[in-house]
């Protein structure tokens, strides 16, 4: 958090009408005012200052957006690829004429500056006093700062703007497109409040967006980046998730899997409030055992949430049935999501409000106990040019504690037999650990299930046979007869009895 100076006027805040912007600035900005909206060309300015100027119609305010470089069809256009209707917006067009282009109506003997912008100046101000409006866009500042011609000209017009506003108790959002040579600190310094938009293009993938609020006189804001996005429908903020401001909620029974072969490793099942670690090679299980959690707990009347990052949705559902679970049934009664996720197409930001959004309910709705990220290997490897991914997930597992809720994370080491290396260290943040490894037995391929990690109680330390098979899982009795666990490759010396039996033995 950041704070500047005392609370607003009379607590009452303007809100500006874009989902999370407003949370993010703690109810919306102070009224009577002046904001700078700062952002190269296509970061977003202009859908923002036309989502805050519609808010002000629905509220039944008076608003006026002065555009200096856009018609007004440019911006019906804008209006209308998003749904909206300007109807109730006054829009002023004080830009060049075609006739002013012919050669017998440029200046000879006069700088244009001194006469455009005084003409200008008083076309804004004339609108001002017969409109009396409450919100004021003006888009953008690089035609005034083209006019002046010089740095002081141009703060002192900036200045005798922002002091006639005040005057007549608007709230101004001031668009600046920087396309100055340099950054202009002079304008942020004279603005109330100072909200950043930036669009950053990866290597692959589409183009990310965040802003951050530089400036904000006089009232608590959250600080650091917030990705959003422009949808049809404006601009979706996405607030940077914080578990300090999200209070701890008490523990409930542990979560069953509805084996109890599996419950009995983990000392009775998962507390809530803990995140669990399921980590081995590829096609050992980790997936498979990630969504019994999830369907025991959908089946007990409790909501989970899975994230695909690595199948289908289709995939993961046919999989699941031929494992004998069908997840249609929880799925129609709504206690069972299964979400597939596009890394390519989504920031870190915009899935953490994801799985925020379903822990804590829609609609009046219960929010989910249960959260499956399948795997950390698709969330990391689809944005490796995104920075501090692991403090973001640090982050991400504090929330979901702090809510009580339980989180699988499936993490598929390199490699299937032998030393192998896990891409990302998330162990140290888990409260458990499962552990999964094939081993070699009597010229079969067998897979073996392990925990070796649990913060909150005792556990088993014993290594059980883990079979899959269209009856589900299935996991036999302790085998003492191992050596090589801890190296990746598990040799397996006992007597035959030992070993769960199959249909082809």
């Not at 379903?358 to 698709?378: F, Q």
Request: proline letters at 4%.
């Amino acid at each position: 958090m950041s704070v500047e100076q005392a609370a607003p006027e009379n607590g009452r805040l303007v809100a500006t009408g874009v989902e999370g912007l407003d949370e993010i600035l703690g109810g919306g900005l102070t009224p009577n005012r002046v904001y700078l909206l700062e952002g190269n060309p296509g970061s977003g300015k202009t859908t923002l200052a036309i989502q805050c100027l519609l808010d002000g119609v629905r509220r039944g305010e008076s608003v006026l957006y002065v555009t200096l470089s856009e018609t007004k069809a440019e911006l019906t256009a804008v209006a209308k690829s998003h749904g909206w209707s300007l109807d109730g917006v006054h829009i002023v067009e004080l830009i060049a004429e075609e006739a002013d282009l012919e050669p017998d109506n440029q200046y000879a003997m006069f700088e244009p500056s001194e006469i455009e912008q005084g003409a200008m100046a008083r076309a804004i101000l004339s609108e001002v006093e017969n409109r009396k409006p409450s919100r004021v866009v003006i888009d953008s500042l690089s035609e005034i700062r083209l006019l002046a011609q010089s740095s002081l000209r141009y703060r002192r017009q900036v200045l005798a703007l922002k002091q006639f506003f005040i005057g007549r108790r608007c709230t101004v959002l001031l668009l600046d497109d920087k396309t100055s040579e340099v950054q202009d600190l002079q304008l942020q310094s004279i603005a109330h409040g100072v909200v950043s938009l930036e669009q950053l293009s990866p290597q692959y993938g589409a183009e990310r967006r965040r802003l951050r609020i530089a400036k904000l006189r006089g009232q608590l804001y959250q600080g650091g980046y917030h990705d959003f996005t422009i949808r049809p429908g404006g601009l979706a903020v996405y607030p940077r998730l914080v578990a300090a401001n999200h209070g701890a909620e008490d523990s409930v029974e542990p979560l069953k899997s509805g084996i109890d072969e599996v419950d009995a490793l983990l000392g009775g099942g998962i507390e809530f409030g803990t995140s669990v670690l399921l980590v081995g090679p590829a096609g050992s299980g980790k997936s498979t055992l990630s969504t019994q959690f999830a369907k025991s707990a959908a089946e007990a009347g409790m909501r989970a949430a899975v994230f695909a990052f690595d199948e289908r949705r289709q995939t993961l559902l046919k999989r699941s049935k031929a494992l004998g679970m069908d997840l249609s049934g929880v799925i129609e009664e709504g206690t069972l999501t299964v979400t597939q996720v596009d890394p390519a197409e989504l920031s870190p930001g915009e899935f953490a409000h994801q799985v925020r959004r379903a822990v804590e309910g829609e609609a009046g709705e219960p929010g989910a106990k249960v959260v499956v990220i399948d795997s950390l290997n698709g969330y990391m490897n689809a944005m490796p040019e995104e920075q501090f991914l692991t403090a973001q997930l640090h982050e991400l597992l504090t929330y979901l504690g702090n809510k009580g809720v339980v989180t699988f994370l499936v993490v598929a080491q390199y490699g299937l037999v032998g030393d192998m290396q896990t891409p990302v260290d998330t162990s140290y943040v888990a409260d458990a650990v499962i552990l999964f490894r094939f081993f070699e037995a009597k010229g079969h391929v067998r897979q073996a299930i392990s925990v070796i990690k649990k913060r909150i109680g005792e556990h088993e330390r014993t290594i059980r046979e883990l079979r899959l098979s269209h009856r589900g899982i299935e996991v036999g009795g302790p085998l003492e007869q191992f050596q090589g666990i801890l190296t990746g490759t598990p040799r397996f010396s006992g007597p035959n009895d030992s070993l769960m039996r199959r249909g082809d033995d």
